[in-house]
């Protein structure tokens, strides 16, 4: 089991843009796991504001965009049951490229809640120092959001295999992950 972050090893591989015509996510519930694909407008765009071109992997805020060939990868190694791609375009340069939002629709409560260091805020996990996971309450999923933490995504390790041959990607072990205190670096 891994987890997905924006971390990449080099930050030439970051690509960060933010959303143009984003006022209709305010009615999505975009963090729920449910699908959202009928109420996706199709003409979504993000701007890219790293300097460098984009990595098949880049961020729209909290929103994880992939490249054709960064979905076409995740669909070799992931069920569609567990995620929707929903149409973006990202402009770099002013020229206009194919993207995708990854819409996650599974969630799973695999947080070990006695080996991990947490504190606790009506029920959810408000602040965590270190993340412990159930694996064995996930062996059949390949990609997915912790319940409890909803910004981590989980993945397969044979998915992190696949998807770190995308620019742009990075895994890490539980063990390794740490709670994102600081923005992400900016090229």
Not at 36 to 49: A, L, Y
Request: aromatic share 10%; net charge negative.
């Amino acid at each position: 089991m891994k987890i997905w972050t924006y971390r990449v090893q080099r930050p030439d591989e970051f690509t960060e843009a933010v959303i143009r015509n984003g006022d209709f996510l305010g009615g999505l519930r975009f963090l729920v796991p449910s699908p959202i694909e009928d109420k996706w407008p199709s003409d979504v765009t993000f701007d890219v504001v790293t300097k460098r071109a984009p990595s098949d992997i880049a961020w729209g805020g909290p929103m994880m965009l992939l490249s054709e060939s960064a979905l076409r990868q995740l669909k070799s190694c992931v069920p569609s049951t567990e995620f929707e791609a929903l149409p973006a375009t990202l402009v770099y340069r002013r020229k206009k490229i194919k993207y995708s939002v990854l819409h996650l629709l599974s969630e799973l409560d695999i947080l070990d809640r006695k080996r991990s260091k947490y504190t606790e805020f009506k029920g959810w996990v408000d602040e965590i120092e270190k993340l412990a996971l159930d694996e064995g309450k996930a062996e059949t999923a390949r990609l997915f959001k912790l319940k409890s933490l909803e910004q981590v995504v989980c993945v397969h390790d044979d998915v992190a295999n696949v998807m770190s041959l995308c620019s742009g990607s990075h895994f890490e072990s539980p063990e390794e992950w740490v709670p994102d205190t600081a923005k992400p670096p900016r090229q």
